[in-house]
């Protein structure tokens, strides 16, 4: 009986489970293949055009439906470019018409990076032309005014909070800088009393930044644009690395995982600090798996011996990954994974789990106490992380199993318990989430996945099953899984939300009338149709699958 209850527990945490090999089965290595043909080298420079073009036009049109300040708005009352703020249907569709081609660009793009319904890409287009390709479209995005979000002024608000020596994490806006200010006057009611969510890190930067900028918003933005950039600059430099450890294209997962419309909308257009907690912890995980003397999934017997450079890479990174954890706490989650590569490298025993655990565990605690030390915010961050619970999202599969529930029984006449459902639900989400994560740290422990792959489908779980779920936060397990899972299995369903969300989103910018709306995705669909008819023999629209695309290595060329 004893040996069987063993048994059980054994396969419950996947000890003796095959289920990882499934999950497994999202990856396949990906093969070198040729450059583009000439005809491809063309068709790939009228989609690079498609995709600048349309987010020169989502540019244009943040100055009258962006999320611009409420005060400070360097444009109102300009003669000329103050009219688009009286415009607003036609700058919704204006806004709609750049988005649309922007996906359009992206998923045309991925003929040449990911490949089609006829398998993986004929020619492939380089690490070069995709760089290109990104530089061109984020460009017209960052001297837009911010769209998609207003989160980029209560970073002001709190950053000026913690330079007027004040607590951000007791106090928020209203009551640390007041009503009257112009700061508070920018952050969205909802938020005006709340205290921040962010870690000591981000506050710390942003208290920096309010020291130079002071009560000017223009100045603000651009600074935390600055700052998304050199997030979105490390998560470049960090993926493709990334990426050929698991044998994927570097191509393929910079176009899934940088190029993708979310990233370009909200982490850029829309100026969130995930993009700094993405950068730091994908490059900390580089750092950590180059120290690895062999393949982290390997078993090594004897266990290779670490050299003075080994432990600095580790030691390097696993500070870089406790670092974005001070920016958003989910990333210390990476460290876990990378522990149980470790413990695996060590010898398969438990001893080796409980070693590693403590090496990357007294970094961690090193690294946060200095953050929270230094900065004098001190640990008040760890009281404030459930602060956006207020909100009901629908995206989050908790919330929503909790509000049809509730809205279940007030049909039925049982009354309305939504509140004490939504604290059921998130709790048993809570729970599952927290399974499911220690069952990919068991898999990586066992070498069933690599660790990459594990840390995103962990980050997946904690995201889908959290009470509070923004279009962005599914990035970020799409980012790193764009390093490791190459199937259908996973491509398609994350394409289909990138695509799906990226075009049904409000650039935020002011509160649309439903017949607004209507006219503007009519506007956007009578424009898409045209142009679809206009280049059916200019663009890719057709797929080429390998059996009717011979190599031809005398037309094969570098686009610009």
């Known amino acids: 009986m004893r040996s069987e209850i063993a048994g059980l527990g054994r396969r419950v945490i996947g000890l003796d489970s095959s289920a990882a090999q499934y999950v497994a089965g999202l990856h396949t290595a990906e093969e070198e293949v040729p450059g583009l043909d000439r005809r ?12 600048t073009t349309g987010t020169v036009v989502m540019a244009i049109s943040a ?17 000329v470019i103050g009219l688009f703020a009286r415009v607003p249907t036609s700058m919704l569709a204006m806004c709609m018409i750049g988005v649309v081609a922007v996906v359009t660009a992206w998923l045309l793009l991925g003929r040449f990076a990911v490949g089609g319904p006829g398998g993986a890409p ?41 330079r007027r020596g004040m607590d951000p994490y007791v106090v928020g806006p209203a009551t640390g800088l007041g009503l009257n200010n112009v700061l508070t ?18 506050l710390w930067i942003g208290r920096g930044i309010a020291e130079i900028t002071g009560d000017n918003i223009v100045l603000g933005v651009w600074a935390h644009r600055l700052l998304e950039l050199g997030g979105m600059a490390l998560i470049v430099w960090a993926l493709p690395r990334l990426a050929r450890r698991c044998g994927v294209a570097p191509v393929s997962a910079l176009w899934l995982g940088a190029a993708n419309p979310l990233v370009l909308f909200h982490l ?29 999934g390997a078993e090594a017997d004897p266990p290779p011996r670490w050299d003075r450079r080994a432990w600095t890479l580790l030691g390097f990174g696993a500070v870089l990954i406790a670092l974005a954890s001070m920016v958003k706490v989910p990333a210390i989650i990476a460290l876990g994974f990378v522990g149980m590569a470790l413990a695996r ?58 509000i049809i529930t509730g809205f279940g029984g007030v049909l039925l006449g049982l009354g309305d318990h939504t509140t004490a459902l939504l604290t059921f639900t998130r709790l048993l989400a809570m729970a599952a989430a927290a399974f499911i994560s220690l069952r990919m740290l068991v898999a990586t422990w066992t070498g069933r996945l690599h660790p990459i792959g594990a840390l995103g489908l962990a980050l997946g ?96 060329v570098d686009a610009p």
């Open 185 to 202: 006057n920018n952050v969205p009611t909802i938020w005006r009393d709340t205290p921040a969510p962010y870690g000591p890190l981000f």
């Open 345 to 402: 490298q060590w010898g398969r025993r438990i001893g080796p789990v409980f070693l590693a655990a403590v090496v990357l565990g007294v970094i961690a605690a090193a690294t946060t106490l200095l953050v929270c030390w230094g900065s004098g915010l001190g640990f008040g961050w760890i009281y404030t992380l459930g602060t956006a619970n207020a909100v009901r999202s629908w995206m989050s599969l908790p919330t929503a199993l909790g």
């Open 461 to 556: 779980a904690i995201v889908l099953l959290s009470p509070v779920v923004q279009p962005w936060y599914l990035l970020w397990a799409i980012v790193p899984l764009a390093a490791w899972a190459t199937t259908p299995a996973f491509r398609v369903p994350a394409v289909a939300f990138s695509v799906v969300v990226g075009v049904l989103e409000m650039p935020r910018g002011a509160e649309f009338e439903v017949f607004q709306v209507i006219e503007a995705a009519f506007t956007t669909v009578a424009v898409s149709v045209v142009f679809i008819a206009l280049t059916r023999n200019a663009l890719p629209w057709r797929y080429r699958s390998v059996a009717n695309s011979p190599v031809s290595e005398k037309s094969r």
């Open 40 to 51: 491809e080298a063309l068709q790939f420079r009228r989609i690079q055009l498609l995709g």
């Open 268 to 296: 850029v257009a829309g100026v969130h600090n995930d993009t700094l907690m993405l950068g730091l912890m994908l490059v900390g995980l580089e750092y950590c798996l180059r120290a690895f003397p062999t393949n982290p």
């Open 63 to 79: 100055l009258g439906v962006g999320a611009q300040p409420v005060h400070q708005n360097p444009v109102s009352g300009l003669a």
């Open 122 to 162: 004929w020619h492939r287009i380089s690490r070069s032309q995709l760089d290109r390709t990104l530089l061109l479209w984020v460009t017209p995005l960052v001297v837009a005014p911010p769209m998609f979000s207003n989160d980029v002024y209560s970073y002001l608000a709190q950053s000026e909070i913690a």
